[in-house]
């Protein structure tokens, strides 16, 4: 059973384009979140989620909005895309204390 | 601010020698977890071991080892017996926060290559 999975794996879409990224833990865990993976392989965190609330959000733009349906769920929907949001985008959970589990990744390509 | 250093950026191994990877952290935080994630050209990160800062012992797991030093800041990773599989980027993190905040900060990662 996979235990933190994303959809899609690969997306690539035209500049100026809206996306979406679902994002989906079967670990019971109440913390979620999603990070960035830019072309050098810095992973940044964007944002997290507890219990579908907000609890991190870093200095991302407005165009990227986090939405968590559930606590199992939560997906990144991303406005208006522009060349430097290409990147590996990454969801995560993790319990209380202790480590994260990621999901495989999301490769979108911007043209 | 908290920051994790990996200072070196490639490194290379023969297979089944041991290698060592570093890592320095900064927090003024006392209660935190340490990590290594592992990332293959698969991109799946995979958690290969992990340390809680008030353990002095430090962990192991199989042919992963720690070396913590908390007054140092350091944790760095050995791989012992190194394989053809162990080839990834390698990233040091650290978390701290408390329950439902907990946040994670990763290091800028360490390539490593086994040479057979």
């Known amino acids: 059973d996979t235990a933190v999975s994303q959809t899609p794996k690969y997306l690539v879409t035209q500049m100026g384009n809206d996306k979406s990224i679902k994002c989906e833990q079967n670990?019971?865990?109440?913390?979620m979140y999603w990070y960035k993976q830019d072309s050098k392989k810095f992973l940044k965190i964007m944002f997290s989620?507890?219990?579908?609330?907000?609890?991190i959000n870093e200095t991302v733009p407005n165009r990227f909005s986090p939405k968590s349906p559930d606590k199992a769920h939560l997906n990144l929907h991303i406005n208006s895309l522009e060349l430097g949001d290409s990147a590996v985008y990454f969801c995560?959970?993790?319990?209380?204390?202790?480590?994260?589990?990621f999901g495989p990744g999301t490769r979108l390509t911007v043209l | 601010a908290q920051t994790v250093t990996q200072s070196q950026p490639e490194m290379s191994v023969q297979e089944a020698e041991t290698v060592t990877l570093s890592c320095t952290y900064d927090?003024?935080?006392?209660?935190?977890?340490l990590f290594w994630y592992k990332q293959p050209p698969s991109r799946q990160m995979i958690l290969v071991i992990r340390?809680?800062?008030?353990?002095?012992q430090n962990a192991t797991e199989n042919r992963f080892s720690v070396n913590f030093q908390k007054a140092a800041k350091s944790f760095s990773l050995k791989i012992s017996d190194s394989q053809l599989g162990d080839t990834a980027m390698y990233f040091c993190?650290?978390?701290?926060?408390?329950?439902?905040?907990?946040?994670?900060?990763f290091g800028t990662g360490t390539r490593l290559k086994v040479l057979a």
């Open positions: 340390q809680e800062a008030y353990k002095q």
């Open positions: 989620y507890n219990n579908k609330e907000l609890i």
């Open positions: 670990l019971g865990h109440d913390t």
């Open positions: 993190a650290f978390g701290l926060g408390s329950s439902g905040t907990y946040k994670y900060i």
């Open positions: 995560a959970s993790s319990p209380p204390v202790g480590w994260q589990f």
């Open positions: 927090t003024s935080e006392s209660n935190y977890y």
